[in-house]
């Protein structure tokens, strides 16, 4: 029986947050409607901000644990990628991208995957976890972990077709340094390579900016929807690609 692969929760102390603090708040409520608590007016406000609370942990988790994936295969499905093509996953965590452009890959291909294995960006992260999925999923696609760093990457220009990124170039900081990741996945692209890069937050437009000044061309952006709302709306998703 194959076994089961894992893939970790992103940023895994927010939903532990959202649901906690919900969960806090709810108890409270009940207690203040069942007359446990008294003097206090605000059950019913309390009770729905707990249960608001709740719901935007549950939210997160369901991106983290299957609305990402949903992404990506929706995404990957709209290329026409040739089956031997080279692609660099830069923040690879646990591999999920990997796995889902292994999908449209043959062993004339390859998926470099880079990452420095933080814990905090993405739970039980390690070089170690990711090959085991790798090895666990019996790809027939090559594959390589690089531990670098996304704004130094160690490969020489124009190595890749596609450039792959999911939800971790929000996660470099300053602006300067998030700058110089993109500016490495454009190094490393081939002439006419493609950059996918799925990320959240309000850099979007600080994104398009420097692809822009990099001279990449036919810059797309489009909300990924529900799939990619962390713990609601206010925290969605969007996806970026463009060409060099």
Known sequence: MKEKLKYGVDAPLVPILYIGVGLIVLIVGILALAGVITHYNGADWTLAYGIFMIAGGLTFIHTSLRGKFVIWKNLLSGFKIKRNSKVVDLGCGHGAVMLEVAKHLDQNGKITGVDIWRSQDQSNNS?????????????????????????????????????????????????????????EAYRVLKKDGKLLLVDTGSKHKEYIQKLQELGMRDITMNQAGFNGWWSGPWMSSYIITATK
């Open 127 to 183: 070089v170690h976890a990711t090959n085991k999925n790798l090895t666990d999923a019996n790809l027939s696609v090559p594959t390589e972990l690089v531990t670098a760093d996304m704004r130094d990457l160690p490969f020489k220009a124009s190595k890749f077709d596609y450039a792959v990124t999911g939800f971790a170039v929000h996660n470099i900081k300053p602006r300067a340094d998030r700058e110089k990741a993109l500016a």
